[in-house]
């Protein structure tokens, strides 16, 4: 048997543990720039407040029913992430961190214990010590563990657990489930898929496998499988590395001079470094794009890329960003309004690679050895205590977060005082 455990309204929930006057009030989280919703409480979806709403859209509603509104705080949302996960590993030996707020673990081996009785202690007091309420679906497959989560969530909040163990249980969820709602099926497939005449999750699970993976993919053949309740997708313990590390945001206000908008560049390219050196990789390439604001409709538009081959694949961020940089001349114009810049490591690659280039000398152990004391000292002092020269120090361009909550896990400065 396959679990899942989601954290219910993940980001507002982590603003309610350390604001307790937020319990039973409506609560929103602002997407970058404070621009729109991407996160709700059930108070707030009771309101109607639906997602990617832009913010000057409720405004008035929100003065209304006194909704309290937060910017997105990623530094608070990763590490109380990482704290429930650590949590939830008390409970259950093999874990898959599927996303931020949500892990597959391996109910195998538990039917010896009082299986649901088991469950429901570990949901509350995973709730309990974390803060956050959370939600535990449990099946033979992940694809039918994710609909006993979602019935948990719907019909069983406060129980916050649903089992299908039997052919009775799952047949009944798949009948109620709208096929949108499967896991993996988005709104293309889902188009093809009523065009066909299928509209739930129990049509689906009809489906012949061989016809699903010649007419579809093997990606829907498998699910058909999951949800006929033969396993096909295992968990996966050890995170693959990740392919491309990219990061983009929006700038607080429009940028039209190179200077700011290469200093911006070069801390995206700075913390996409990091994360490919936490991942032991190099990387082979770099892609930098630029885009002005798709939404006006009275600026010029322009939305340039390029792509940057290194000399030797590396994770040395003074030669990756000096290399980003260099791409962003080759595409920057002075005549736009830019809204945003965006930066991509590709061809990525274990660190052992070790390829060469005859035309380049050799500094690898070098730049090895000064950027583990580099890390090393941004680790114990602060990140950036030492960083390129190109990353500036003044950010003009950082994004709007007007709102943004304390790092109450993260600064010294920022923890609760109880008096």
């Not at 032991?280 to 885009?291: H, Q």
Request: proline fraction near 3%.
């Amino acid at each position: 048997m396959i679990g899942i455990i989601d954290c219910n309204n993940f980001y507002a929930s982590c603003e309610r543990v350390f604001n307790p006057a937020l319990k039973d009030v409506p609560v929103i989280i602002y997407s970058n720039n404070d621009g729109a919703v991407i996160a709700r409480s059930e108070e707030a979806k009771a309101l109607g407040i639906g997602m990617a709403v832009p913010m000057f859209e409720i405004k008035r509603l929100m003065k209304l029913h006194d909704i309290k509104g937060f910017s997105s705080n990623y530094t608070l949302y990763g590490d109380m992430s990482r704290r429930i996960k650590a949590i939830i590993r008390t409970f259950f030996k093999d874990v898959e961190d599927y996303s931020i707020d949500e892990s597959f673990v391996d109910c195998d081996g538990l039917e010896y214990r009082v299986f649901f009785d088991y469950i429901k202690t570990a949901r509350d007091k995973i709730s309990h010590w974390f803060g956050v309420p959370v939600s535990i679906g449990v099946a033979e497959t992940k694809t039918l563990a994710k609909l006993a989560n979602r019935i948990a969530k719907k019909q069983y909040r406060k129980i916050g657990v649903y089992i299908i163990d039997n052919e009775e249980k799952r047949l009944s969820a798949l009948r109620s489930t709208e096929i949108n709602d499967v896991w993996g099926i988005g709104g293309r497939i889902t188009k093809r898929l009523n065009a066909k005449g299928i509209y739930t999750a129990y049509d689906l699970s009809l489906l012949d496998t061989d016809w699903a993976k010649a007419n579809f993919s093997v990606v829907l053949q498998r699910t058909v499988y999951e949800l006929k309740g033969i396993p096909c997708i295992p968990l996966e313990l050890i995170p693959p590395g990740k392919q491309n590390i990219a990061s983009q945001k929006s700038f607080g206000v429009y940028q039209t001079e190179l200077e700011p908008i290469a200093e911006a560049l070069a801390n995206y390219t700075a913390r996409v470094a990091e994360k490919l050196r936490r991942q032991k990789c190099v990387a082979g390439g770099i892609e930098v794009w630029l885009g002005t604001n798709n939404f006006s409709k009275t600026d010029k538009q322009y939305f340039p890329s390029i792509h940057i081959v290194c000399d030797i694949p590396t994770d040395y961020t003074p030669y990756l960003i000096k290399r980003a940089v260099t791409g962003l001349k080759k595409i920057y114009r002075k005549e736009f309004l830019y809204k945003r810049v965006g930066v991509m490591l590709t061809d990525i690659r274990d660190a052992s690679d070790g390829t060469l280039n005859l035309f380049c000398p050799y500094t690898r152990q070098k730049e090895i050895t000064v950027i583990k004391q580099v890390d090393r000292i941004n680790r114990l002092l602060g990140r950036d205590t030492v960083r390129s020269a190109q990353q500036g120090f003044v950010a003009d361009w950082r994004m709007k977060q007007e709102s943004l909550s304390g790092f109450f896990t993260t600064r010294l400065s920022d923890i609760i005082e109880i008096k």
